[in-house]
């Protein structure tokens, strides 16, 4: 459309520029500061070009402070989480989109459900469960009067526990149905008519189409997975099954009390934790777009 | 090939009956239509033969053998669907071969039976593109070389050429008819186009309303309707259908039009539907006996449909193109041993 | 794709005559994972979190014992907890009208497609990529009041900024850096929902001679309101609940409990405090809270939408 706007072009650029550095000045500031030595970081203000000691604060951090594992960690877990998911809510959909029983609308409402509660609000008896797995089994067991020994299983400072919880939602579930759902009926009859069973129509045709869904969704939990914060706070007190996220806590003495953090340090873990998933979005900017809108239909 | 036996179909969704007490038997290697309009359950009919569908009441026999409980790989039959339902993500080779990955054919068999089909569909050539890249017109070969890898005992259309262009329809429904006749085969085939009937079928089914209306070959059905539904339906123009009140045994009139009819036993006074095809009605201003006035002509080239009315009702008269036609009154001899009668109440044929 | 996106309850689900397959033995096998896992850590912790809330655990262990509502009570009685139900609603309003705010006008003016649009596009949804203690020492760093840039105020106005002893200047950092993180998420929507007006109407506004800021107004405003309805939910409801990954990072709850949000509380209460009856109860009453958004997102909302 030709529309002939110069003032209101200009002020649009202008506040463009504006919104970008207040996007983007935060990430530029943290890689600055960390890339300063102590005492030109703690100057007002700081200087705003990058310093000389980036390759120290980093390996320092990296070392000493134990980050190293903790990125292996939250890669681990993160891969984890988001190849569980995908696999669980795509065989989960094609469970309640392709086939006829009764409790399907029941169970459809009660995975519903759960996308209303995220974990934060229910960090306390989650955690008691993380402690023993197999408790509510031998709770509703105990109630029917059996006395069953069913063994304690404390997935607490380990990989299932810190994957598992993140996997027991909804939300990739509720994208593939979605997806599923706008494939014609058609290509399922002709795949009946040509004799696939379901596991076969599943396999060499609902999955192939669904790459682009997957790609979403792998995008948007790899960054949710990185990015879990309190759930590995409290489930993990040993340190070998620290994630990155985490540690950030560690990195940074009290907040209220005491010394303040050592800045050039906690900036080089801050730009750490915030590199990978940073760089995922980047490379997958489509599928992270198309993840967030479709999961929140 | 196969031959089927239909015995009292019935399908029905809650309170809605889809289709109504199906009757019929389709002979081996026959090339039956089954004709309707929208929403007469001849999709509904096919998809119960091929087994897309669960059976209300009724049997279906496919060489003797009750299949109704049989899933569609077990009956044997292969299908041709509408929008075609090809895998997008897959080759036309993959695509047509898909069947037989299924059942474990191995892969050199398999390419030497893809690329038979291939050349039976002459698409040799685009073996390794994506239904993306086809036509429809190829895009619905590969349907068709889909169904024919599986040497089925029956083949199954489902109004494959409503989404092609006309030309292409014209040119495809002969090969599917020739593919027919070469492979011995036994096909179903649907549509609403009764040209598409009346061209490709040994034998017609026209259905309506969940009903079957008549069985018969396009010769019969155009010759003698069975109801007054089929009688509108076949032929293009469709046949002019209008009340009347008997005179006596072989005279009706219409408003002020008195018309001479087969002998018949109705009783006089009572109303009944004369159907009249177009072109058995001339333009003879000498020695026509009713009055036709014109209103509308329409040129097709080598025939003229002059639209207007009779009798105070809407009718259409085909003519051969000659001298220039105006529109005015004129009169018309309608050959009187050609007009069909139907029972207004039942639309069924009313014997002589 | 639709406008708006917005989390609705698909009635079609079991009208829609599909092609079903047979096997439903494998249905079932299919759906068990996802169904256990749901138990064991949703409905199972949900349904204890009740029981806890109604009980008390005694301090040498044993049985727990049913007081009915006295943990609710004493919540009720108790100052602390309405100081932070009362942060949490300042934090939820704050945050959301800022971000929401942002968002909009980064909607409206990157739609505009002038050159370089797609650059700024991209920039503005990177920061919902970054974890929320990374944005919190990264905003903790740049309004500390003794390093950063912020603090520079206090060489002209001594004191005049410490979030560290101040617990407005507090709130104001967490506010601050909730929404920088918010209206990137904010944006995808606005920037989605714009998009899907139809070029056309947009064009016959031009036409009838509307200027882009009436055509703001009266055109793409309206058609937005849905979403906008919608990240309104969605804003607070994570504002209840996301933030805590800053509070923990910037201000630990502090000082004085200033920023002492629901959901931190409840942290600092089960873990710290090991209270898990009054950390239950909490968690009951914030779980209402976020219900009933939900609830109000799905009733309110699409009703809205459905007029269309």
Same mark, same amino acid.
């Given at each position: 459309?030709?529309?002939?706007?110069?003032?209101?072009?200009?002020?649009t650029?202008?506040?463009?520029?504006l919104?970008?550095?207040?996007?983007?000045?935060?990430?530029?500031i943290?890689?600055?500061?960390?890339?300063?030595?102590?005492?030109?970081?703690?100057?007002?203000?700081?200087?705003l070009?990058?310093?000389?000691?980036?390759?120290?604060?980093y390996?320092?951090?990296?070392n000493?402070?134990?980050?190293?594992p903790?990125?292996l960690?939250?890669?681990i877990?993160?891969?984890?989480?988001?190849?569980?998911?995908?696999m669980?809510s795509?065989?989960?959909?094609?469970?309640?989109?392709?086939?006829?029983?009764?409790?399907?609308f029941?169970?459809?409402?009660?995975?519903?459900?759960?996308?209303?509660?995220?974990?934060?609000?229910?960090i306390v008896?989650?955690?008691?469960?993380?402690?023993?797995?197999?408790?509510?089994?031998?709770?509703?067991?105990?109630?029917?009067?059996?006395?069953?020994k069913i063994?304690?299983?404390n997935?607490?400072?380990?990989y299932?526990?810190?994957?598992?919880?993140?996997?027991?939602?909804?939300?990739?579930t509720?994208l593939?149905?979605?997806?599923?759902?706008?494939?014609?009926?058609?290509?399922?009859?002709?795949?009946?008519m040509d004799?696939?069973?379901?596991?076969?129509?599943f396999?060499?045709?609902?999955?192939?189409?669904?790459r682009t869904?997957?790609a979403?969704?792998s995008?948007?939990?790899?960054?949710?997975?990185?990015?879990?914060y309190?759930?590995?706070?409290?489930?993990?007190?040993?340190?070998?099954?620290?994630?990155?996220?985490?540690?950030l806590?560690?990195?940074?003495?009290?907040?209220?009390?005491?010394?303040?953090?050592?800045w050039?340090?906690?900036?080089a873990?801050?730009?750490?934790?915030?590199?990978?998933?940073?760089?995922?979005?980047?490379?997958?900017q489509?599928?992270?777009?198309?993840?967030?809108?479709?999961v929140?239909? | 090939?196969?031959?089927?036996?239909?015995?009292?179909l019935?399908?029905s969704y809650?309170?809605?009956?889809?289709?109504?007490?199906?009757?019929?038997?389709?002979?081996?290697q026959?090339?039956?239509?089954?004709?309707?309009?929208?929403?007469?359950g001849?999709?509904?009919?096919?998809?119960?033969?091929?087994?897309?569908e669960?059976?209300?009441?009724?049997?279906?026999?496919?060489?003797?053998?009750?299949?109704?409980?049989?899933?569609?790989?077990?009956?044997?039959?292969?299908?041709?669907f509408?929008?075609?339902a090809?895998?997008?993500?897959?080759?036309?080779a993959?695509?047509?071969?898909?069947?037989?990955?299924?059942?474990?054919?191995?892969?050199?068999?398999?390419l030497q039976?893809?690329?038979?089909v291939?050349?039976i569909?002459?698409?040799?050539?685009f073996?390794d593109?994506k239904p993306?890249?086809?036509?429809g017109?190829?895009?619905q070969?590969?349907?068709?070389?889909?169904?024919?890898i599986?040497?089925?005992?029956?083949?199954?259309f489902?109004?494959?050429?409503?989404?092609?262009?006309?030309?292409?329809?014209?040119?495809?429904?002969?090969?599917?008819?020739?593919?027919h006749?070469?492979?011995?085969a036994?096909?179903?085939?649907?549509?609403?186009?009764?040209?598409?009937?009346?061209?490709l079928?040994?034998?017609?089914?026209?259905?309506?309303?969940?009903k079957?209306e008549?069985?018969?070959?396009p010769? +019969?059905?155009y010759?003698l309707?069975?109801?007054?539904?089929?009688?509108?339906?076949?032929?293009?123009?469709?046949?002019?259908?209008?009340k009347a009140?008997?005179?006596d045994c072989?005279?009706?009139?219409?408003? +002020?039009?008195?018309?001479?009819?087969?002998?018949?036993?109705?009783?006089?006074g009572?109303?009944?539907i004369?159907g009249?095809?177009?072109?058995?009605?001339?333009?003879?201003?000498?020695?026509?006996?009713?009055?036709?006035?014109i209103?509308?002509?329409?040129?097709?080239?080598?025939?003229?449909?002059?639209?207007?009315?009779?009798?105070?009702h809407?009718?259409v008269?085909?003519?051969?193109?000659g001298?220039?036609?105006?529109?005015?009154?004129?009169?018309?001899?309608?050959?009187? +041993?050609?007009?069909h009668?139907?029972d207004?109440?039942?639309?069924?044929?009313?014997?002589? | 794709?639709?406008i708006?996106p917005?989390?609705?309850?698909?009635?079609?689900?079991?009208?829609?005559?599909?092609?079903?397959?047979k096997?439903?033995?494998?249905?079932?096998?299919? !759906?068990?994972?996802?169904?256990?896992?749901?138990?064991?850590?949703?409905?199972?912790?949900?349904?204890?979190?009740?029981?806890?809330a109604?009980?008390t655990?005694?301090?040498?262990?044993?049985?727990?014992?049913?007081?009915?509502f006295?943990?609710?009570?004493e919540?009720?009685?108790?100052?602390?907890?309405w100081?932070?139900?009362?942060i949490?609603?300042?934090?939820? !309003?704050?945050?959301?009208c800022?971000?929401?705010?942002?968002s909009?006008?980064?909607?409206?003016?990157v739609?505009?497609?002038?050159?370089?649009?797609?650059?700024y596009?991209?920039a503005?949804?990177?920061?919902?990529?970054?974890?929320?203690?990374?944005?919190?020492?990264?905003?903790?760093?740049?309004?500390?009041?003794?390093?950063?840039?912020?603090?520079?105020?206090?060489?002209?106005?001594?004191?005049s900024?410490n979030?560290?002893?101040?617990?407005?200047?507090?709130?104001?950092?967490?506010?601050?850096?909730?929404?920088?993180?918010?209206?990137a998420?904010?944006?995808?929507?606005?920037?989605?929902?714009?998009?899907? !007006?139809?070029?056309?109407?947009?064009?016959?506004?031009?036409?009838?001679?509307?200027s882009?800021?009436?055509?703001?107004?009266d055109?793409?405003?309206?058609f937005?309101?849905?979403?906008?309805?919608?990240?309104?939910?969605?804003?607070?409801?994570?504002?209840?609940?996301?933030?805590?990954?800053i509070?923990?990072?910037?201000?630990?709850?502090?000082p004085?409990?200033?920023?002492?949000?629901?959901?931190?509380?409840?942290?600092t209460?089960?873990?710290?405090?090991?209270?898990?009856s009054?950390?239950?109860?909490?968690?009951?009453?914030l779980?209402?809270?976020?219900?009933?958004?939900?609830f109000?997102?799905?009733?309110?909302?699409?009703?809205?939408?459905?007029?269309?």
């Amino acid at each position: 459309m030709i529309e002939r706007t110069p003032y209101l072009d200009l002020l649009t650029h202008a506040i463009l520029i504006l919104l970008f550095i207040i996007s983007v000045l935060p990430i530029i500031i943290v890689f600055i500061a960390s890339t300063h030595d102590l005492p030109t970081v703690s100057r007002v203000p700081m200087a705003l070009w990058p310093g000389n000691s980036f390759f120290e604060n980093y390996s320092h951090v990296w070392n000493k402070s134990g980050f190293g594992p903790k990125m292996l960690n939250s890669l681990i877990v993160a891969t984890m989480v988001t190849v569980g998911k995908v696999m669980i809510s795509a065989i989960t959909a094609f469970s309640v989109v392709y086939f006829n029983y009764r409790l399907r609308f029941f169970f459809f409402w009660l995975i519903f459900i759960t996308l209303m509660l995220p974990l934060e609000v229910r960090i306390v008896p989650t955690y008691a469960v993380a402690a023993d797995v197999l408790e509510p089994f031998r709770t509703i067991l105990a109630w029917g009067g059996v006395v069953l020994k069913i063994p304690e299983i404390n997935i607490l400072n380990s990989y299932s526990g810190l994957v598992l919880p993140l996997v027991a939602t909804a939300t990739g579930t509720f994208l593939y149905r979605q997806f599923f759902l706008t494939i014609p009926d058609e290509l399922t009859e002709a795949a009946k008519m040509d004799g696939a069973g379901a596991l076969r129509f599943f396999w060499d045709i609902l999955l192939p189409l669904s790459r682009t869904n997957m790609a979403a969704l792998s995008t948007i939990m790899f960054v949710y997975a990185w990015n879990q914060y309190l759930w590995p706070l409290l489930i993990t007190t040993d340190p070998n099954f620290a994630t990155a996220t985490m540690q950030l806590q560690k990195i940074v003495p009290g907040p209220a009390f005491g010394q303040p953090p050592v800045w050039n340090e906690a900036m080089a873990a801050t730009l750490m934790v915030m590199v990978p998933p940073l760089i995922v979005v980047i490379i997958m900017q489509g599928a992270f777009v198309r993840g967030l809108i479709a999961v929140e239909k | 090939m196969a031959n089927i036996l239909v015995a009292h179909l019935n399908k029905s969704y809650g309170k809605n009956s889809a289709v109504n007490d199906l009757n019929c038997e389709i002979k081996s290697q026959e090339f039956v239509v089954i004709l309707g309009p929208s929403g007469c359950g001849k999709s509904t009919f096919l998809r119960m033969i091929a087994g897309l569908e669960t059976v209300t009441s009724g049997e279906i026999k496919i060489d003797n053998i009750i299949v109704n409980d049989l899933e569609p790989r077990e009956r044997g039959c292969a299908m041709v669907f509408q929008n075609y339902a090809l895998y997008p993500h897959m080759t036309v080779a993959e695509n047509i071969g898909y069947s037989l990955k299924v059942e474990g054919i191995n892969r050199t068999e398999r390419l030497q039976r893809i690329h038979n089909v291939a050349k039976i569909i002459g698409l040799e050539d685009f073996l390794d593109r994506k239904p993306g890249q086809l036509s429809g017109g190829q895009r619905q070969r590969v349907a068709m070389g889909r169904a024919i890898i599986r040497e089925p005992k029956l083949f199954l259309f489902d109004e494959p050429l409503s989404n092609l262009d006309a030309k292409l329809r014209v040119q495809m429904r002969i090969e599917i008819r020739k593919l027919h006749n070469r492979l011995n085969a036994t096909s179903i085939f649907v549509t609403h186009d009764q040209i598409e009937a009346m061209t490709l079928a040994d034998r017609m089914i026209v259905m309506n309303k969940g009903k079957i209306e008549q069985i018969g070959t396009p010769e +019969d059905i155009y010759r003698l309707p069975a109801t007054q539904f089929v009688a509108g339906f076949v032929g293009s123009p469709p046949m002019n259908l209008l009340k009347a009140t008997v005179i006596d045994c072989s005279t009706v009139k219409i408003d +002020d039009q008195l018309i001479r009819v087969p002998q018949h036993d109705v009783a006089i006074g009572s109303v009944v539907i004369v159907g009249i095809r177009p072109e058995h009605v001339e333009m003879d201003d000498n020695a026509g006996n009713n009055v036709f006035s014109i209103d509308f002509i329409e040129d097709m080239g080598s025939l003229r449909l002059l639209h207007g009315k009779l009798g105070g009702h809407d009718f259409v008269v085909q003519s051969l193109s000659g001298a220039t036609q105006q529109l005015g009154q004129f009169k018309v001899r309608i050959a009187s +041993d050609k007009i069909h009668l139907f029972d207004v109440a039942t639309g069924l044929r009313l014997q002589i | 794709m639709a406008i708006p996106p917005f989390r609705y309850f698909n009635y079609e689900f079991y009208m829609n005559n599909r092609s079903y397959f047979k096997n439903n033995k494998l249905a079932a096998v299919l !759906i068990a994972p996802q169904l256990f896992l749901i138990f064991i850590f949703f409905y199972w912790p949900a349904s204890q979190a009740i029981y806890w809330a109604f009980t008390t655990q005694p301090p040498f262990g044993g049985g727990n014992e049913w007081v009915g509502f006295q943990n609710f009570q004493e919540l009720f009685n108790d100052k602390v907890y309405w100081n932070s139900v009362y942060i949490s609603i300042k934090f939820a !309003i704050y945050s959301t009208c800022l971000s929401v705010v942002l968002s909009s006008v980064m909607a409206l003016c990157v739609d505009r497609q002038l050159s370089g649009y797609q650059f700024y596009r991209f920039a503005f949804f990177l920061p919902y990529a970054i974890a929320a203690p990374a944005v919190g020492l990264a905003f903790r760093f740049i309004f500390a009041p003794d390093a950063g840039f912020i603090s520079i105020i206090n060489n002209y106005f001594p004191g005049s900024w410490n979030p560290a002893m101040n617990g407005h200047d507090a709130l104001v950092l967490i506010v601050l850096a909730n929404s920088w993180k918010m209206a990137a998420y904010n944006f995808i929507f606005m920037l989605a929902a714009l998009q899907s !007006i139809p070029r056309s109407v947009v064009e016959a506004a031009a036409m009838d001679g509307a200027s882009f800021l009436r055509r703001v107004w009266d055109i793409q405003l309206p058609f937005l309101t849905p979403t906008f309805f919608f990240l309104l939910v969605i804003n607070i409801t994570e504002s209840f609940v996301d933030s805590f990954g800053i509070v923990d990072i910037t201000t630990g709850g502090g000082p004085a409990r200033a920023t002492d949000l629901m959901v931190y509380k409840i942290y600092t209460d089960g873990f710290k405090g090991l209270d898990y009856s009054m950390a239950a109860a909490q968690s009951i009453l914030l779980m209402i809270i976020v219900i009933s958004l939900t609830f109000i997102q799905f009733r309110f909302v699409e009703k809205r939408v459905h007029y269309r």
